[in-house]
């Protein structure tokens, strides 16, 4: 009798744009182990990010409320999970939560990055570790080194992959019927937003040059109000509005000709789905977030005083502000000739 296929669970809580910075260290799972069944769990509001992904074999919701954790609401997922006998699981995460459920979980090789941190003896959950490198690398290179734990060679390419659900491909078009630039306003943190003064001044630009521009933020009160004041400044900036879920979103953002965002997950979204993007950055830093390929461009502010950490801008001058719509519309006209 055949052995069965060897089992790799995969785990990752963090934020979304994390999230997608993990395909190509899945990539280069599947190329090292061709044959196994490769099971990823995720936050389940981030799983329409994976679920059609080809080579993945099961993507699992764990249910959570951030900054909150419930042994009650997770136990019965624990419990599925522990019945699938996995023989690896690897915790890309490597916070509390990632630890902690490996070892619930329960699989034979546990492998995990050897830092200190977190609660004591964290790093000792792990039955396989790596020590982390110095200094700053891309973040996609950087959660596949951990598989150097177990020999797995880098991946080829450091491409990020999305794959949209076909079944809203029509429902998408309704969004968005014909492909534009889309620009997100929004991001986590204030100080990596582009102020929407800028944004109406490169509405302008775009205006001017027949390029169709579409705008789209998130659903909170703050990201909302952007949206209004973009409103109040240009009545005729065309808004998308909020779609009913992530997976809508996705769909919508395939449609896009270009993208244009401070560092934030949507970034992430539409290099992982192939589109265009125009990252610009401030605090946070670009080598270590910024999408790489010949698609990919970004903008960055010189001299930002303000750490990656910091939610509010400490400059005299709100460090965004410094790039112009003008810098904005030459780098769009790289990608778009013509304009």
């Not at 019945?83 to 979980?105: H, K, P, Q, T, Y």
């Not at 949209?164 to 937003?193: G, N, W, Y």
């Amino acid at each position: 009798m055949n052995a069965r296929p060897e089992k790799i669970l995969a785990l990752q809580f963090k934020y979304f744009g994390d999230a997608v910075l993990l395909t190509p260290a899945l990539r280069a799972l599947r190329e090292h182990f061709p044959q196994a069944e490769i099971h990823l769990l995720v936050p389940a509001e981030m799983t329409p990010l994976f679920q059609h992904l080809p080579w993945l074999t099961r993507v699992w919701a764990l249910p959570r409320r951030r900054g909150r954790a419930s042994l009650r609401e997770t136990w019965p997922l624990i419990s599925a999970l522990r019945r699938e006998r996995f023989d690896r699981s690897v915790d890309f995460a490597g916070n509390d939560r990632g630890a902690i459920l490996s070892r619930l979980i329960g699989a034979k090789n546990r492998l995990g990055w050897d830092e200190r941190g977190g609660f004591f003896g964290r790093r000792f959950f792990y039955t396989d570790r790596v020590v982390p490198e110095t200094g700053w690398q891309y973040e996609a290179a950087r959660m596949a080194k951990l598989l150097s734990g177990w020999q797995v060679r880098p991946p080829a390419s450091l491409a990020l992959e999305i794959h949209t659900d076909p079944k809203l491909a029509v429902s998408a078009a309704q969004f968005l019927p014909e492909p534009a630039v889309i620009c997100h306003m929004a991001a986590s943190q204030p100080s990596r937003q582009w102020p929407v003064q800028r944004w109406a001044e490169f509405y302008q630009l775009t205006a001017a040059a027949g390029l169709p521009v579409a705008f789209t933020t998130a659903a909170g009160w703050r990201e909302q109000a952007l949206a209004a004041e973009l409103k109040q400044i240009i009545p005729a900036a065309r808004l998308l509005p909020l779609m009913p879920d992530l997976a809508m979103f996705l769909a919508v953002l395939q449609r896009a000709k270009f993208f244009i965002s401070g560092d934030t997950g949507p970034l992430h979204f539409a290099a992982g789905l192939g589109v265009p993007t125009l990252s610009l950055f401030g605090p946070s830093r670009p080598e270590r977030y910024a999408p790489v390929g010949e698609k990919h461009q970004f903008l960055r502010v010189q001299q930002c005083p303000c750490g990656p950490g910091e939610s509010v801008c400490k400059n005299n001058q709100f460090c965004l502000n410094t790039i112009t719509p003008e810098q904005v519309f030459a780098a769009l006209g790289k990608t778009l000739p013509g304009l």
